[in-house]
């Protein structure tokens, strides 16, 4: 069966400093990958998406960016983290695009 | 501009009350709305997805039914541990769009 396993949990970082959020899958091959971002109160938004190795789409402008250096393994980064970065970030997984998501536990991440 | 909206925001339930969840969507091209449940503190899990008008899809005490405007969600006899967050989304070209979910909280 498919996991997703993102880590970690619970970061608080100091405004400035790097960030970089890990996201694997196992028990599938070429998966679609995202990052999403919830903030309270609001919709989830849509960071990042990767249909393969090397290949990273943006959705919104900002301080993060995304890399995927192998085929189930997507990783969220920021060289200065904002305190606008502050937020709970989801990665997730679809077999195609346009399916059904799955989730991983997110990371609350604190920045102050 | 394609949009989801989802009714009412917070919902206080009885055990046993049963009640539905409304999700609006205005989205060009629809291919599947999507239904997720979400516990605090930890991602969405998924429920459901529909793809044409008229489709149903059960599970337990939920149902899911779609339109070409909206999309509901029943919860028949609810009990506590149905409390959670209850996303709607939809798929257009490459994205989902999510709305900004409905807080169930069913009281014993």
């Known amino acids: 069966s498919q996991t997703i396993h993102q880590w970690p949990a619970t970061l608080v970082q100091p405004v400035g400093s790097p960030l970089s959020l890990e996201c694997t899958v196992e028990?599938?091959?070429?998966?679609?990958l995202y990052w999403y971002r919830q903030a309270a109160g609001r919709g989830l938004q849509l960071l990042f998406y990767?249909?393969?190795?090397?290949?990273i789409s943006s959705e919104v402008p900002q301080n993060l960016s995304a890399s995927r250096p192998q085929d189930r393994q997507f990783i969220l980064s920021s060289k200065k983290l904002l305190l606008s970065d502050s937020g709970f970030y989801l990665c997730?997984?679809?077999?195609?695009?346009?399916?059904?998501?799955?989730f991983g536990s997110g990371t609350q991440l604190s920045v102050l | 501009e394609d949009q989801v909206t989802q009714s009412p925001e917070a919902l206080r339930l009885q055990e046993g009350e049963s009640s539905s969840l409304n999700c609006s969507y205005t989205?060009?091209?629809?291919?599947?709305l999507f239904w997720y449940r979400q516990d605090p503190g930890k991602g969405p899990e998924f429920l459901f997805t529909?793809?044409?008008a008229g489709e149903e899809k059960e599970k337990e005490r939920l149902k899911a039914t779609l339109t070409k405007k909206e999309s509901f969600l029943h919860i028949t006899a609810p009990k506590p541990e149905d409390s959670a967050t209850y996303l709607c989304?939809?798929?257009?070209?490459?994205?989902?769009?999510f709305g900004t979910g409905t807080r169930l909280k069913v009281l014993a």
């Open positions: 990767s249909v393969g190795i090397g290949q």
């Open positions: 529909l793809y044409s």
């Open positions: 989304a939809t798929s257009g070209t490459y994205k989902y769009i």
């Open positions: 997730a997984w679809s077999v195609q695009i346009n399916e059904k998501l799955f």
């Open positions: 028990g599938t091959s070429n998966p679609n």
């Open positions: 989205v060009s091209g629809l291919r599947g």
